[in-house]
Structure formats: C-alpha cells, structure tokens
C-alpha cells in the first residue's frame, strides 16, 4: 500500500449528514494535512494537524490524528452540497522539514441535495 | 493577493515540443512546489525551489524536465520533447515557510500531447 492511502474511495452521503474519510501512512510525519479539490480545479488547503497533535476543528471539519496506528480521519459535519469535492490527505515527511507531500489517492465525496 | 498564478490554463503540444509552464507564487512566498497528477489520482510531487536554487528534485524525471525558480520572474517547469505520458495537470504551490503551513496551490495547467 501506498504513503497516504484514503478510505473509502467513493462516498454518497445526503445534505445534512456527517461524512467520514479516513488516511492511513506508513512512515513518521512532521504533520498530516487535507485538502480538498473540485473538479477541475487546484486543490484547496483545510487543515494541518502535527504529529504531536491529536484532534483540531475547523469549523465543521474535525480532524483527529493517531501516531500510534499511523491514521486520519476527517469529519465534515452537517454536509453541504457545496462540500461535493474530492478530498486528500497528504503527510509531511521529510526529514529536513522540506515542506514535501505525498498525497494520497483521495476520497470523492458526493453529497445529495 | 492574487494568489498563485498558473498559465497557461491548457496547453496542447505535438510530440516531440516543448512545455513551458509558469508559476508566480503568492506575494512573500519564497517556497515553490510542482506537483503533477494524473487522471483520476493523486498529486505526485516533482520539485521543490526556493528562490534561484533547487532544493529538492526528487521526484523529476532525469531527462527532459527541468524548472527554475529565478530571482525575478515566475518558477518554469520545462518539458522537452514531450510525449504522450507527459500529458496531466501540473499543479504549482507556494509557501511562505517550508513545513510549517499548508500550501496554496494554483489552478493547474492541463498539458495535452497529441
């Protein structure tokens, strides 16, 4: 399996409802980061948590982080149709502190009106 | 702030052309980053530049890419002879301090090979 893997691919959710993702790594991290991506377009910065971190809010994103499983989760609650994007995780792991990513394969999620 | 400035928005060259992609990063980032991605996948990095220099090109290809990030002007990633396998986005971000923040990316360019 690949650094940065999301879970599940695909998601269906109804406007209201609280969509899950998931990011599993496998080397340490300086920190972890999601993004999400509309069709066509660049990606959109939303959050970075560091590995000495274990939850942080973002208005009606919560993301947690276990260093121990070496896994995410994002949490958007009270879904929008707006929220319909692609969303990927993406760890810092240089030594050097770089700055370098690697992101994942990404989750797209699909909210229904 | 304009934010990070990609162009072109598309591009389509013939096998064997040239790419040039420009990237102007946010006003007071120094940091540059070239990611591109493939259809239907995830960002792959390329190429990491501070001002005039190349900190890390790890991800390049040793032959035909190339990029710069001058001391005046926009960051080029460059592709010589393109081909068909060449063809993706390319996604430029900024930073203001590696490692620390995330980035903002541009829009992309979308390259084409015919």
């Known amino acids: 399996s690949q650094q940065g893997e999301e879970d599940p691919q695909a998601l269906s959710i109804q406007e209201g409802e609280n969509a899950t993702m998931n990011c599993s790594y496998k080397?340490?991290?300086?920190?972890l980061q999601w993004y999400r991506q509309n069709s066509g377009r660049g990606l959109v910065h939303l959050i970075l948590?560091?590995?000495?971190?274990r939850e942080k809010h973002s208005g009606r994103l919560r993301v947690t982080l276990d260093t121990s499983k070496k896994s995410s989760s994002l949490l958007i609650t009270a879904s929008r149709a707006a929220d319909t994007a692609s969303y990927f995780c993406?760890?810092?792991?240089?030594?050097?502190?770089?700055?370098?990513?690697?992101f994942g394969q990404g989750t797209t999620l699909q909210v229904k009106p | 702030n304009a934010g990070v400035m990609q162009n072109p928005r598309h591009l389509v060259r013939r096998r064997g052309q040239e790419a040039r992609l420009r990237c102007s990063p946010m006003?007071?980032?120094?940091?540059v980053y070239w990611y591109r991605q493939l259809p239907e996948e995830g960002l792959k990095f390329m190429v990491y530049?501070?001002?005039?220099?190349?900190?890390?090109e790890s991800g390049m290809p040793k032959e035909r890419f190339s990029a710069e990030f001058p001391k005046e002007g926009p960051s080029i990633l460059r592709i010589q002879q393109v081909v068909r396998g060449d063809s993706a986005a390319y996604f430029c971000?900024?930073?203001?301090?590696?490692?620390?923040?995330?980035?903002?990316f541009g829009s992309g360019t979308r390259l084409t090979i015919v």
């Open positions: 971000a900024s930073s203001p301090y590696a490692g620390v923040y995330g980035y903002t």
């Open positions: 080397t340490s991290i300086n920190n």
């Open positions: 948590i560091r590995s000495n971190e």
């Open positions: 993406a760890t810092d792991v240089g030594s050097s502190n770089t700055g370098k990513l690697i």
């Open positions: 006003k007071g980032h120094s940091h």
């Open positions: 530049l501070q001002k005039e220099n190349i900190i890390d």
